[in-house]
């Protein structure tokens, strides 16, 4: 079946301009993460949404930074004014229900590459 | 606090070579979920395996073994007879029961020569 999908898949964009990453999670899968990557280093947790739970945003580095997600499909990570630091890989990431104790495996998206200049 | 370390940040070893890629782990949580990952150059992050705190069983599929030691608390990951497509970053990743967040070490850039 079809895999995590994310949109764009480049996006360059000046600094102090508005950005809207959007992420196609498995179908089925209610539990969704976002992940930054910047360049040569390892994964940043951002958020996590589980179903209709209020999502985790301890990640989230300032308030620039807001995600939503509908139901248990689409999610959308949005950066505002953004800054040269925000230029990183960003991931998404589905899974199934975690809840009950059992913790599934992350299957990721292709990214979307942000640079800010 | 939960931590994952990943020592070795780049080695390089010729092919057919074997090589182990070391993760070790912090947390005082006694249930928890053990995750490595592959990243080629592509990008896009592969799942490899998953293991739970209470299965201390090593694990072998294929050319690839786990060895997991809540001892020594490390979650070590052998390639045998390495392969040139088994270039790649390797991420090893650690979630605790009772939290969201899946904490990722700095991964190992692994370069596998001809």
């Known amino acids: 079946g079809a895999g995590v999908s994310q949109s764009p898949s480049n996006k360059v964009t000046e600094k102090g301009k508005d950005v809207e990453l959007r992420c196609d999670p498995i179908?089925?899968?209610?539990?969704l993460y976002w992940y930054r990557q910047r360049l040569g280093q390892g994964l940043e947790f951002l958020i996590y949404?589980?179903?209709?739970?209020?999502?985790?945003k301890s990640g989230l580095p300032s308030d620039r930074f807001s995600a939503e997600r509908t139901g248990e499909s689409v999610s959308t990570l949005t950066i505002q004014r953004t800054q040269q630091e925000d230029s990183a890989v960003y991931l998404c990431?589905?899974?199934?229900?975690?809840?009950?104790?059992?913790?599934?495996?992350?299957?990721f998206g292709p990214g979307t590459r942000l640079t800010v200049t | 606090a939960q931590k994952v370390t990943q020592a070795q940040t780049e080695i390089s070893v010729v092919e057919k070579e074997d090589v182990t890629l070391d993760c070790v782990y912090e947390?005082?949580?006694?249930?928890?979920?053990l995750f490595w990952y592959k990243q080629p150059p592509s990008g896009e992050l592969v799942f490899l395996i998953r293991?739970?705190?209470?299965?201390?069983q090593n694990e072998i599929s294929g050319r690839y073994s786990w060895n997991f030691q809540k001892s020594t608390s490390s979650f070590n990951f052998t390639i045998t007879a390495s392969q040139v497509v088994d270039s790649a970053v390797y991420f090893c990743?650690?979630?605790?029961?009772?939290?969201?967040?899946?904490?990722f070490g700095k991964g190992t850039r692994l370069h596998i020569l001809p």
């Open positions: 949404f589980q179903g209709n739970s209020a999502p985790d």
């Open positions: 947390t005082r949580d006694t249930t928890y979920y």
């Open positions: 990743a650690l979630k605790i029961n009772r939290d969201d967040k899946i904490i």
């Open positions: 990431a589905s899974s199934l229900d975690g809840s009950g104790g059992y913790s599934y495996e992350q299957y």
């Open positions: 179908s089925g899968h209610t539990a």
């Open positions: 293991r739970n705190s209470f299965d201390e």
